[in-house]
């Protein structure tokens, strides 16, 4: 877990520069406008709706847009219809790889998602092939200056948390998928300053990526997150924070 997600510290980084933070806007609106397509538009009532708001705000997407993107999803104004597919594959040195898509042509994303892993020494495979390996949790990010380790454990344990885990700059927060905002609201409230939350799919195991496989794959990983049609790559590889960053 802790390789992907040193990546995405790195990849979120990136997303400071006016193009890259335009592209994870569009991917968190039309997560915001699906989610109030096949949930409704209250947040207070759909979980999904909720966290898809929560994350775009914590991206800084303007208000006017998130509730624009609501509005399109609930039918008020006129957008794209989106449908979710998952794909799965190994990339270079046999890391298994979960791709997540929103698009209005499968056909297109199947073909450009296949072409990607072929081009970076992966290969697209069938489904249920990797899936297996990754769980659904609540991931919360916070900066390890923000609080001290020993009173971030004990509210963690207060609050119900799973999980705490120190990780370079940051601690992780896991929760069960169905503590995930509750644990999110209760940290917010009691003013711990959170760098990123999420439902994140994490895996069982990983797989140790070597300095002679680093770069295939981290090329790989960003040409899937580039895509317009993806939402979110998942993997299960370990990296040295060291090569990490020079390869990064």
Known sequence: MSGHSKWAHIKRKKAVTDA???KLWTKLLKEVMVAARLGGTDPNADPRLRTAIQEAKSSNVPNVN???AVKKGGGELGGSDYE???YEGYGPGGVAVLVETLTDNRNRTV???RHLFSRYGGNLGETGCVAWIFSKRGLLSIDRSAIAEENLMNLAIELGADDVSAED???EVLTSPEGYQAVLGDLQQKGVSLISHQL???PSNTVKVEADT???LLQLMEALEDHDDVQHVWANFEIDSELLTNVG
Do not use: C, K, Q, W
Request: hydrophobic share 45%; charged share 40%; aromatic share 10%.
């Open 20 to 22: 890259r933070r335009g």
């Open 66 to 68: 998130i509730e624009r």
């Open 84 to 86: 979710e597919f998952t």
């Open 111 to 113: 073909a450009d998602v």
């Open 169 to 171: 700059e940051v601690y």
């Open 200 to 202: 994140a799919m994490l």
């Open 214 to 216: 680093a770069p295939e």
